[in-house]
C-alpha cells in the first residue's frame, strides 16, 4: 500500500511539474531580465499602450481640474479605477454614460474632460483610446 | 525603503514569536498566521475610532519585542527537523527550498496587474495610505471606488500598512503574499513533521507545486487576490480543530473562532466556512459552552466591520443573499453546477490529479472521526460556495469558470495536511495548547 501511495505521489508530482516548470522557467528569466528597469518603464511593459497613453493624457490635465472616465457596466471598470490615486490632486470619476448628461453632477464633481466611452469601440488593451472630449 | 520593509516583517515575526511564548507554544507558523489576522483587525479597530494611519499604529507590534524576545524556553530546532533525521530529507529539503526560490522569482518577476488585485484590493489599499483611514470621504462615494465597497479589509489594510510603511509600489507590496505563502507551507510542515517527516516533506512539496498557484489568471500567487490569504486562515482553523475535537481544549477553541473571524475578515466566503464549522460543532454534539464561545470569537472580532458595512456603498453585485426567496425555480441549475464543478476538480492544468488523489485515499484509507469532522467542514464549505452559484445573476457555466478554481484554493493547503494526517494516522497529535 505504502508502494501505491508513492507510485500515486509521484504521479502528481510529475504532473504538477510537467506544467509548472516552463512557467516558473519563464518567470525566473522574466525576473532577471526587469529586476535592473526602472518602475515605470516596467509598468509600461505591464500594462501596455493603454496606461503609457492614459498616463500622458491624465498628466496633461490640468491640478484644478477633474476628469470623467465612462465605461459602463460597471463590472468593467475595475482598471480604471486604479488610476484614481496616480494623478492626485486631480480625480478621475467613473460613471455610466447615462449620468454624463447630469449637468447637477458633472459641475458638482468639477469634471471637464470625459476621457472615453465604450461606444466609441474602446476595449482595454486592444486598441488605443479615441481623443479625449472637453464637456461643454 | 529596504529597512522598513524588513522592520515591517520583523514586526509581523515579533507578534507571531509573542503568541509563540504565551499562548501556542508547539506551534509558531499558527502563532505566525494569528497574529497576522490580529494585526489586520488591530489597524481596523484603530482606524475605526478616527485614528489617522501613521509610524506607531503600523508599528505596534514594537511594544511586544521584550515579551517576545526575552527568555524563550521553546527549542525551535527541536519542531523543524524530523526526529530521525535521514539522507533524503536533505535532499526533499533542499528540493522545497529550490520550488520556494523560483516561486517567489515568479511572484516579483511584475508588479500587481490582474484585475481584482489591483482593482479592488490594492486599489483599497492605495485609498487608505494617502487618505490615512478608510473612513474618508472618498471610501463612501460610489463612484470613487471599485465595485466591491463591502469587500472586507484585512487585505487592504495589510497591503496598505506594508506600502505606508515602504513606498506606494506595485510590486514591492507583493512580498505580504511571499510571507503569507510561506506561512501557508510553514504550517503544514510543522503540523506534520513530528508525526512524520517523509510525511511533512512530501505534503509541502505537494502543495507547493498544484499548478494552480502558478498558472491561473485569477488567484495565484502572483496575482494578489485574497484567495490565498483566507486559505490560510482556514488552515489555522482546521489546526485548531485539529486539536480542539480529541481534546476539548478551550483555547484551541477560541483559536478557531478567531481564526474563522480573520477569514471572514479577509473575504466574504469566511462566513460560509464559519457557518460550516458551527454545524459540524453540533453535529458532534458538542457543548452548548463551547458553541457560545466559538461563536464569540468568530462574530465579536467582526462586529466593527459589520457595522461599518452597513454605512458603504452597496452595489447590485453583492446581493447574491437577497435572491433566497427565488431559489426554488433556480434549483433547476444544480446539474450544471455540479457539472462544472466536476469539471474542474479533474482539470489536469489546474490541479494535476491532486483532487482525484485525495479523494482515493479518503475513501480506501479508515479515517479517525476528528479528520471526517474537518473533512465535513471542508464539503459543508464547497457546498455552500456551489449554492452561491444558484443565485447569480451572471451566466452560471461563465462564473464557475472563472471563480470556483479560486474557491478550491481556499480550501486546498487543509485538504491536503488531512490526506496526509488521514494517511499516516494522527496520533499524538502536536498540542497547540500552551
Known sequence: MRRFIFFLLAAQLIVSL????????????????????????????????????????????????????????????????????????????VIPDSLLGDEQLTNRLRIKHSLFTRSDGFFFDRFPPPPSREIK | MTIRAVLFFINLLAGGFFLWKYFFKNSLFLSLAVFLGAYGALIFYALAAGMPLNFFIVNFPLALYPFALLGIKSRPGMTFWPRQPRRLYHLLAAAIFVILILGILHMMKAPLFERDGL???????????????????????????????????????????????????????????????????????????????RAAFFSVIALAVVPAYYLMADGSLHTGYADIPISLFYLSAGIFLLDYFPTGSKITLAGAGLAVAFS??????????????????????????????????????????????????????????????????????????????????????HWGILWPLILAFFIFFKSSSVIRYLLSVILITIACYLGTYLLTSWDISFQMSVSFARLLLHVTPLTVLLAALHIIGIKNPPSSRP
Not at chain 1, 515605470?40 to 492614459?54: A, L, N
Not at chain 2, 505606508?164 to 503569507?180: G, H
Open chain 2, 119 to 197: 482593482g479592488i484590493w490594492l486599489t483599497k489599499a492605495k485609498m487608505i495610505v494617502l487618505d490615512r483611514s478608510f473612513l474618508s470621504e472618498d471610501f463612501f462615494n460610489p463612484w470613487r471606488i471599485q465595485d466591491s465597497p463591502r469587500y472586507p479589509l484585512f487585505l487592504p489594510l495589510l497591503e496598505g500598512s506594508f506600502m505606508f510603511q515602504t513606498a506606494v509600489n506595485e510590486l514591492t507590496v507583493k512580498l505580504v503574499f511571499v510571507y503569507i505563502w510561506f506561512l501557508n507551507l510553514g504550517m503544514i510542515y510543522e503540523n506534520l513533521v513530528l508525526r512524520s517527516g
Open chain 2, 264 to 349: 471572514a475578515f479577509t473575504k466574504n466566503e469566511g462566513w460560509a466556512f464559519g457557518l460550516s464549522v458551527l454545524l459540524v460543532l453540533i453535529i458532534a454534539r458538542r457543548k452548548f459552552s463551547d458553541l457560545v464561545l466559538f461563536l464569540a470569537f468568530a462574530l465579536i472580532p467582526n462586529l466593527p466591520w459589520l457595522l461599518t458595512m452597513i454605512r458603504l456603498p452597496n452595489l447590485y453585485q453583492e446581493h447574491y443573499l437577497r435572491r433566497i426567496p427565488e431559489i426554488l425555480p433556480r434549483l433547476v441549475h444544480i446539474p450544471l453546477i455540479l457539472k462544472n464543478a466536476v469539471f474542474e476538480i479533474f482539470n489536469i492544468r
Open chain 1, 18 to 93: 510537467y506544467f509548472i516548470t516552463p512557467v516558473l522557467y519563464r518567470s525566473a528569466g522574466e525576473f532577471i531580465k526587469t529586476s535592473g528597469m526602472p518602475d515605470q518603464t516596467r509598468k509600461e511593459m505591464i500594462y501596455g499602450s493603454f496606461y503609457r497613453t492614459m498616463v500622458d493624457y491624465l498628466e496633461n490635465i490640468p491640478a484644478d481640474e477633474n476628469a470623467v472616465i465612462i465605461i459602463p457596466p460597471r463590472e468593467y471598470a475595475q482598471y480604471f479605477w486604479v488610476l484614481n490615486y496616480y494623478f492626485l490632486p486631480r480625480r478621475i470619476y
